[in-house]
């Protein structure tokens, strides 16, 4: 599987330079994402702006990068998805539980907004 990775201050990118999303590439995906993150990230933004088709397997991949980014309060952002993975994740109702953004500067800020949010829930338990 061919991708980059963009390391920032506070969250990784990760593309994938792969038109498809398979059974083929899904369990290599699974394994960089579980790298990063048990590299000490917290935040991934996964920008599929390259990729086609996303099948079973594709859309496990990404449930498994919400789940693990989102253990420890971190977040998983998908960026840049193509109209029919878009139309896979409707079907499957998987638009409701990820977190879908069209770009990468609105992955950025989300990301910017939730460190924001988590930071004042602290507070507040802190001050509790």
Same mark, same amino acid.
């Given at each position: 599987m061919k991708y980059s990775i963009d390391k920032k201050e506070q969250y990784v990118i990760f593309t994938p330079q792969e038109e498809k999303l398979d059974s083929l590439l899904a369990p290599v995906l699974k394994s960089e994402l579980l790298t990063i993150h048990a590299e000490g990230f917290e935040n991934l933004v996964l920008d599929l702006s390259e990729v086609k088709y996303v099948d079973s397997s594709g859309l496990s991949a990404l449930l498994v990068g919400d789940?693990? =980014? @989102?253990?420890? @309060? @971190?977040? =998983?952002?998908?960026? @840049?998805?193509?109209?029919?993975?878009?139309k896979l994740l409707k079907i499957s109702m998987l638009d409701k539980k990820l977190n879908l953004v069209s770009s990468l500067e609105e992955a950025s800020e989300a990301i910017f907004?939730?460190?924001?949010?988590s930071g004042e829930e602290e507070e507040e338990e802190e001050e509790g």
């Open positions: 789940r693990e =980014f @989102g253990k420890n @309060g @971190g977040v =998983f952002i998908i960026s @840049g998805v193509q109209d029919h993975v878009m907004m939730h460190a924001i949010e």
